[in-house]
């Protein structure tokens, strides 16, 4: 473990800028961010302030203008993007506001498409075929009785929750959400927060979380606020790990 250990995620000048028309807009103006391994960092902002545009990157979802993110000391941004892909698939894990759920496949299904995908994944994940992963998943976030209802026949509480089942079937050492609670209820809303709250104190998973709900935003123990591309504050509790 070369460098400062708990560091699991290192940002460094981050920009990214569109082209539109003949001017340039630049939406990530030199972002650099330590991401810890084991914390909940949740990313706050203004709409527009590019949070979704950080986390699309962090994620390998999207390439920044220039800058390098760095995963477990290996500069992602250097590889191809194939090999992007497949760190993605094998590490990370998305939950977006709008579910993005397969209309047509059941929970059970949507939850195994990523192992479906990830052909190195299935021999990782200690010999669990996808379908029993996929039902142990499903679950851990409450659903065991709607493993065969489809996305239309289930509450927008329970689509996400099969979205966070589905994010969690690899096992991913880091968690992506943009504003996983910004379609729910205050209720739901909570159920989201408690299994996020459970999923980080058992498995130690890492979440990077963009939220407007400052209830939720209370969850993390460190909180970044962004303004027009750039980190401007954060209230910090570096989590105490590896005290030992
Ligand atoms: N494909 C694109 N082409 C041009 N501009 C874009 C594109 N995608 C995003 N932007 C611009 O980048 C800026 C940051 O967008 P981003 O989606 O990251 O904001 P955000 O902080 O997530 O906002 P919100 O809270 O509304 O989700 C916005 O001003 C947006 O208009
Ligand atoms: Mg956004």
Do not use: W
């Not at 990157?57 to 500069?75: A, F, K």
């Not at 096992?171 to 992506?176: A, E, G, H, T």
């Not at 159920?191 to 498995?203: F, G, M, P, T, V």
């Amino acid at each position: 473990m070369e460098g400062r250990k708990d560091v699991i995620i290192h940002a460094q000048d981050i920009t990214k800028d569109y082209r539109i028309g003949k001017s340039t807009l630049r939406v990530l103006n030199g972002v650099n961010l330590e991401i810890y391994k084991g914390e909940v960092l949740i990313i706050l902002g203004p709409s527009g302030a590019g949070k979704s545009t950080l986390l699309h990157i962090l994620g390998l979802l999207d390439t920044p203008t220039s800058g390098d993110v760095i995963y477990r000391g290996e500069n992602l941004s250097k590889l191809s993007s194939r090999q992007q892909a497949e760190r993605r698939n094998l590490h990370f894990g998305f939950v977006f506001q709008f579910y993005h759920l397969l209309p047509d496949f059941t929970a059970l299904e949507n939850v195994m498409m990523p192992r479906l995908i990830g052909q190195k994944a299935s021999s990782q994940l200690n010999g669990k075929t996808g379908r029993e992963k996929a039902i142990e998943i499903l679950d851990t976030v409450g659903l065991k009785e709607r493993t065969l209802h489809r996305p239309d026949q289930l509450s927008g509480g329970e689509r996400q929750r099969v979205a966070f089942a589905r994010a969690l079937v690899n096992d991913p050492d880091v968690l992506f959400c943009d504003e996983p609670t910004g379609n729910l209820d205050t209720k739901n809303a909570r159920e989201i927060q408690d299994l996020i709250l459970r999923l980080n104190a058992s498995n130690d998973q890492t979440f990077i979380i963009v939220t407007h709900d400052e209830n939720f935003a209370g969850l993390g123990k460190r909180q970044i606020r962004m303004v027009d591309g750039r980190i401007v504050g954060q209230s910090t509790t570096v989590p105490q790990k590896g005290e030992g």
